[in-house]
């Protein structure tokens, strides 16, 4: 299997395991009622992921540069799938303890989703021959993470097309439950797929050489703190504006995707069914899908900077848009 292609699946596992929770909120809340699925659980069953992932990029974004991105790509596959596991067995006796246990493994699942982003990225990047090359497959690698979302919202659809296709109320506990175990079960499959041709995968180049010059420095402490410093002193500007958009980027972006149908629920049709609200949530994330296609088109010719600022901007305007003419 391409090298590409492998490091960009583990981007499709990332954004199916985190997104499908975005139908799984809205199956749990008619499953178990707001009684039980109350608004303060479903925020730490919906962050649990989110927590992880921030421990998962820190972790596995040093881990890599110690270890390698090879191993340290199997270990986040690997949590991949144990996360998906207990997501999928996720039990406690009871409601609100089987909610508590799926937290848990949320966080686990989130750790390996996490460590995906610097080591995928990083990974791609450093198999590039130059910045042009560099620029489109980091950005085919990312737009994987754009079919996994789409995929998650389909899949979603079709198992409560089959499963749970009811009005609201009318849906049987053992049947909703199937649902989204399902759901989070699939997950576990295309994490053992790149797992496997990870393990026969080869270490990057750039990481390899170096390995070489590191080896061939004696002060190998005091050199990776003068790097440190180095980098802090001279790209720090660079820094902020990448890392500190990209911040505020995915509070609207993962706060929306991970609750869409949950918004669709409440905006959409009056009393609308789960069939009716992942319908629309399906549309919703069809609808992002050729953004990434489009930048991947664009990205040498408009460059990063200026096709950053335009997303931005457009970003806000229709949030704008969307909070001035919502009428309640």
Known sequence: MNKYLVRGLGFFNDAYDLFVMNIVNVVLTEQYGKHVYTSYVKSWVSAAAIIGAVIGQLLFGFLGDVFGRKVNMIATCVLLIVGSILCTVAYGGSGSSTLWFLVVARI????????????????????????????????????????GQVVAAIL??????????????????????????????????????????????EETEAFRAMQERSAAVTQVGAAKKARLSFIIRHYWVSLLGTAGTWFLFDIIYYAQNLFSASILSVIGVKNSSLQQVTTMNAFVALLALPGYYVA?????????????????????????????????
């Open 156 to 201: 979603g659809n079709l198992l409560v097309e089959a499963l749970a296709d009811g009005k609201p109320g009318e849906n049987s506990d053992s049947r909703l439950e199937t649902v989204w175990r399902l759901l989070f079960a699939i997950g576990c499959i295309p994490a053992a797929v790149i797992c496997y041709y990870r393990i026969t995968a």
């Open 296 to 328: 991947i088109y664009f990205i040498n010719s408009l460059g990063r900077k200026k096709m950053a600022l335009q997303g931005f901007f457009f970003m806000g305007v229709l949030c704008l848009i969307m909070a001035i003419f919502w009428d309640d």
């Open 108 to 147: 686990i699942l989130g750790i390996g989703i996490g460590g995906e982003y610097p080591l995928a990225a990083s990974s791609s990047a450093e198999d590039s021959t130059n910045s042009a090359e560099r620029n489109t497959r980091v950005a085919t690698t990312f737009s994987l993470q754009g079919v």
